[in-house]
């Protein structure tokens, strides 16, 4: 085996090999190289997360017709690092009667939450943190605790801003978990399997083929799920100063910032993954190492989708972002997974399996779209007129001299 | 040793100190937080019984749903927090001797039960227990009914809740 065959294998057999030759335990060794990869896996989560953040500013930039960050080294590519150095030097402010302990693990909570979802995404045909058989279950419970972490936040400033945006947090993280949930029911359904590299080999045709309005019901409640423009209610600054992290200064705020991008990114993974089919490309028999970058790639694509929604939409309204969940999105993503289920098992094995599920979808997305405009002339039937106002008559010409 | 013994001794602590500090908490939000790092310690121990599917559901169910929920009544029923911490703390120690009763008692029992000091047998390579899992829970052979039940169960308690929550007064 050549070095270019599977580098990260090598690099691990080499340490076992030297641990083996201090003549450790066998239970260390493991434990040791288990350590090892969890080190690996997260720091490079939190090594993409600087070169993100330059990557989101360049491309908010240009979507605003700007040039973004370009001072500190070519093409500003160190000005997080000069922005991190800025944060670490600021002055560390805690508020009066603040919750101490609570107010200084929600930052590195939020952060955790998201780097925990790391460990089951797979890089490459076997390069994965681990290969648990509930992974899907998995990502979905380590999410809980950014929502535990936004409310830590929140209630520990001791602000009533940063309550009232935890509060807007709990609603809409867990309203949208809902539909997020029952869309990512229907990769699983497609796979016969919840293990993450079992979702990826089973897309021999990508998923997004079979399932095209889950794939964009997922980015979507994905989006919400971050907190992002459209949906940045949780820390609208025009509102609620900026939500539960109103209080938070220097790298205790960078920390949050780090996760939301991180976490944006992750999105971008996770759609890959369930339907853009992960890893898979061209020459991997040659180099498996080369899914690594088909990931990214994909990911990159849905980033960008992310960053694109951020950039062009304006924010929701509150009872919108609320009704648009629970009268549309979940009974969308409901209808779409039984519909799935039943089509899958009805053409199981023939050869218009892909053409059939992609029939059902385009047949929802028009009865939808059907209901939707249903639902929109209502509203615009049952909304009152304008009423003319009464304005005040200007004094005749001759009165006033 | 080995390192998970350590893990598990490790656990174990951090379980029984937070479920200590749970009880023992004059904020209820305290207590809360404590909670969730009592329920995160039992979803460890369930990973380490190799029962992964049972860890998740323990974190998604538990912390997910219902520590935030308990937090949120706690946050809304604030005006009351003070009056709730005297009652709590007035019979304790009355609570600790009930609480020590039934844990001896329950230890006593288990102890009886041949399963409770023996090692627990090694898992077949190659078993996928989600697998089986499901297959027991809508299978005749298996829990079929007990599912079904469970399920028109929370389908009623969705309905009731929907009824009661609906706006007074405003059509039908």
Known sequence: MTFWDDPIALIGQWIVDLMVQLNLPTNL?????????????????????????WLERKVAARFQDRLGPNRAGPYGLLQTLADIIKLITKEDITPAKADKIAFNIAPVLSVVAVLLIWAVIPFAPGWIGTDINVGVLYIAAVGSFGIVSVLMAGWSSNNK???????????????????????????????????????????STWFVLLAPLPAFLFLLS????????????????????????????GMKFGLFFAGEFLHAFTVGVLTAIFFFGGWRGPFLDQLPWLGVFYLMAKALLGYF??????????RIRIDHMLAFNWKFLTPLSLALLIVTAILDKAFEGSGSHTIALFAGNVLI???????????????????????????????????AS | MTPIQGVFLI???????????????????????????????????????????????????????????????????????????????????????????????????????????????????????VVELGTALVSPKGYVIPFEVASVLLLAALIGALYVARPQGKGK
């Open chain 1, 29 to 53: 060794i493991v434990f040791i190289s288990t350590l090892v990869g969890v080190i690996v896996v997260a720091s490079f989560g939190l090594i993409a997360v600087i070169f993100l953040i």
């Open chain 1, 161 to 203: 801003y940063a309550l009232l945006g935890a509060f807007r947090a709990v609603a809409q993280l867990i309203s949208y978990e809902v539909p997020m949930l029952i869309t990512l029911l229907i990769p699983v359904l497609l796979a016969r399997t919840m293990g993450m590299m079992g979702i990826v080999e089973a897309q």
């Open chain 1, 222 to 249: 994905s989006i919400a799920e971050i907190g992002r423009t459209p949906f940045d209610l949780l820390e609208a600054e025009s509102e609620i100063v900026a939500g539960f992290h109103t209080e938070y200064t």
């Open chain 1, 305 to 314: 989708i992310v960053m694109w929604v951020r950039s062009t939409l304006p």
């Open chain 1, 365 to 399: 997305f028009l009865v939808s779209l059907v209901a939707l405009r249903q639902v929109s002339r209502r509203q615009q039937a049952a909304r009152k007129p304008f009423k003319k106002r009464k304005v005040a008559k200007a004094p005749a010409a001759g009165k």
């Open chain 2, 11 to 129: 656990t174990a602590a951090a379980i029984l100190w937070s479920a200590y500090m749970v009880v023992t908490r004059d904020n209820l939000i305290h207590s809360a937080l404590y909670l969730i790092i009592t329920l995160f310690g039992v979803a460890v121990l369930f990973v380490l019984l190799e029962a992964g599917f049972l860890a998740v559901v323990q974190v998604l169910v538990y912390i997910g749903a219902i520590a935030i929920l308990m937090i949120f009544a706690v946050m809304l029923t604030r005006g009351d927090v003070d009056k709730l911490e005297q009652v709590s703390i007035a019979n304790s120690g009355f609570v600790a001797m009930i609480s020590i009763l039934f844990f001896s008692t329950l230890i006593l029992l288990m102890g009886q039960w041949p399963a409770f000091s023996s090692t627990a047998p090694e898992l077949e390579a190659g078993r996928d227990t």
